[in-house]
């Protein structure tokens, strides 16, 4: 027993990450000026912070200096056909709404992108693995400190899991602080008699079914920034102050499972993670130190609102490089990345991590095509691939893919999005997901990869710290007939905290097979 703890005990601690993305704002200079991020008023200031540069990183961003063709800028987005843009009524409330995001601080920093950057990198080659999650879309009625805190804590403790699992560092990204914007099937949404617009995120507009609400409104981008800029101030605080302490993380998590039977595999786990714990302790192993009180934390959005993603694009004065400023990492979804449209080309010029969602639709030909466009140096760490088919297909297409970029020698992280592909409508008209087809689409991307001889790299889902009732299944016991007891989404359902954390010990005791360990039994 001393001696599967002892093992587990310091595989976890190698793989607990040991620098941190957010610093005390003072501690960052761009261009000689510390910078801070206005919150709602001109007179209130949120310190937003980044980490050193770190030596490693400047051979990465010097080879994606080498791929950003002189063409490129940017704007030159526009001279490309878009799809899923707003249409703005008012051209002038449009240039000033602009006019304002241009002036407001950066969200972020290139030192935490590079960040970002490299621990992408070493997870392309198999020593990391990336944890995304969050919210459907953010909301402007629903934003509170409370509920940042317990999405964050959700993911710190699948976090948890999943090191202990893997045995290898979690890269953790929140779908936060900038992710407003949703793509729609159909332009308008028709009630009746009455058509309006599609409600397209609050970014864009409202929810509420009426023609001001529903008006396309200019303005709403620069209130989601001053949100996001509460929102990051917020994450900064609880990643270093003491709230992403491991034990308490580990106390959290015996209450999840505490929900399960006795004996359950979830139990067992757990008590495994208890006695690495306590082992490090008892041989002298600090676990107040930062290592195991403070956390990476990065944040990522849909890139789909260019207007507003052009406008938080700066011009990095120590290295000479654009980075969209609005997150760490942004991602192109299925409906808008057309090899000849404006996202890819936006994309495609700045500094940023990037990704791209791809379903069942998706032919090996294309991805390799996407992939040139994203990431024609071929630069590890650059660009994630996030897969959501439903299992069946998965099993069926992902396979040709992974072929396509084994033979053209491509460097991309592979990512699992169990959720988009399990969407279905009850006889009842709810929106839902079932929690077992997830867990089925994830055991099927794990088979692939291992038929494949390819890295598992991450998983994306949509999800919150909160005790709703949206998916059904899972040890929260959520049916259909309970769905409308707390059905909050403005969008798509979400896996509430029980749900998501009972997805990451089932992940996690995958990956420990992986790595060679005995099953936990």
């Known amino acids: 027993m001393i001696k599967i703890a002892s093992v587990t005990a310091l595989l976890l601690l190698v793989a607990l990450p040991?620098?941190?993305?957010?610093t005390p704002a003072a501690s960052r200079r761009v261009g000689g000026t510390p910078l801070v991020v206005s919150a709602l008023s001109s007179t209130t200031a949120l310190p937003v912070a980044t980490s050193p540069d770190r030596s490693s990183s400047s051979s990465v961003m010097n080879d994606l200096e080498k791929f950003i063709k002189n063409d490129w800028s940017p704007g030159s987005w526009k001279d490309y056909k878009i799809s899923q843009a707003p249409k703005y009524e008012n051209e002038q409330e449009l240039n000033d709404a602009l006019a304002t995001l241009r002036k407001c601080s950066p969200l972020v920093f290139?030192?935490?992108?590079?960040s970002l950057h490299e621990q992408l990198a070493r997870a392309c080659s198999g020593q990391g693995f990336l944890l995304m999650g969050g919210d459907c879309a953010e909301a402007f009625d629903e934003f509170n400190v409370d509920h940042v805190r317990d999405t964050f804590r959700v993911l710190l403790q699948m976090a948890l899991i999943l090191t202990f699992g893997s045995s290898m560092p979690v890269i953790k990204v929140g779908r936060m602080a900038g992710q407003f914007a949703k793509p729609r099937s159909?332009?308008?949404?028709?009630r009746g008699d009455v058509a309006l617009p599609s409600y397209r995120g609050d970014i864009i507009n409202t929810e509420e079914f009426t023609p001001e609400a529903r008006r396309h409104n200019p303005f709403n981008m620069v209130r989601a920034y001053h949100q996001s800029a509460q929102t990051l101030n917020i994450l900064r605080a609880f990643s270093t102050g003491g709230y992403a302490d491991i034990s308490r993380l580990h106390a959290w998590n015996l209450d999840f499972v505490e929900q399960t039977k006795p004996g359950s595999r979830y139990r067992k786990f757990a008590d495994k993670v208890d006695e690495s714990l306590r082992f490090m302790k008892a041989i002298g192993v600090d676990t107040s130190a930062p290592a195991f009180t403070k956390t990476d934390f990065f944040v990522a959005h849909e890139c789909l609102l260019l207007p507003y993603e052009q406008a938080l694009t700066r011009l990095d004065s120590v290295t000479d490089r654009w980075y969209d400023c609005s997150g760490h990492m942004l991602w192109v979804g299925e409906r808008t990345r057309q090899l000849d449209g404006a996202h890819l080309e936006f994309v495609r010029g700045i500094g940023n991590p990037l990704a791209v969602k791809?379903?069942?639709?998706?032919s090996p030909e294309e991805l390799i095509r996407i992939v040139d466009t994203m990431n024609p140096q071929n630069i590890p760490g650059r660009l994630t691939i996030i897969v959501r088919m439903g299992a069946e297909k998965l099993r069926k297409n992902l396979p040709g893919l992974i072929r396509a970029i084994q033979r053209e020698g491509k460097s991309v992280l592979w990512v699992s999005d169990p959720v988009h592909g399990n969407t279905y409508k009850t006889d009842t008209g709810i929106k839902t997901r079932n929690f077992e087809k997830i867990r089925d689409e994830l055991r099927a991307f794990f088979d692939v990869h291992d038929e494949m001889g390819s890295h598992p790299g991450g998983i994306h889902i949509e999800m919150t710290g909160e005790d709703v009732t949206e998916c059904t299944g899972g040890v929260s016991g959520v049916t259909e007939a309970s769905l409308e007891d707390r059905y909050h989404t403005y969008c798509d359902p979400r896996l509430n905290g029980?749900?998501?954390?009972?997805l990451a010990f089932l992940v996690a005791e995958?990956?420990?097979?992986?790595?060679?360990?005995p099953p936990i039994e």
């Open 358 to 362: 791809v379903s069942d639709k998706c």
């Open 186 to 190: 159909e332009p308008d949404e028709v």
């Open 18 to 22: 040991q620098g941190n993305a957010f």
């Open 110 to 114: 290139a030192g935490e992108v590079r």
């Open 510 to 517: 995958r990956m420990r097979l992986r790595t060679g360990l």
């Open 498 to 502: 029980a749900q998501a954390l009972e």
